[in-house]
């Protein structure tokens, strides 16, 4: 163990780098952007995401699900902050 690290900090393997918020994709978008931008969050392909989304549709349908309840909740990445003024046009 490292001096001065505390028994929490062993074996740590996270990035110091914040992750991608939560957010639909404008840009890598097929339907409503909640691949793509799940994708962006866990840093993977957004293909795989998708395929995951379909296969999960196809076998049990708990895809679609939690396909309509991410395109519900998840904000667009190009909302407005909650409670910030509107941009005029």
Not at 33 to 47: N, R
Not at 52 to 73: D, R, T
Request: charge should be neutral.
């Amino acid at each position: 163990m490292v001096a001065g690290a505390s028994p929490r900090d062993h074996g740590s393997t996270m990035n110091s780098t914040s992750p991608t918020p939560l957010t639909r994709s404008t840009t890598d978008s097929k339907i409503s952007g909640v691949a793509g931008g799940l994708a962006a969050h866990l840093g993977v392909d957004a293909t795989l995401v998708r395929v995951a989304f379909a296969v999960s549709i196809l076998f049990s349908g708990a895809g679609l699900v939690a396909y309509l309840a991410m395109l519900v909740i998840v904000p667009r990445d190009d909302a407005a902050p909650a409670g910030a003024a509107p941009t005029p046009a």
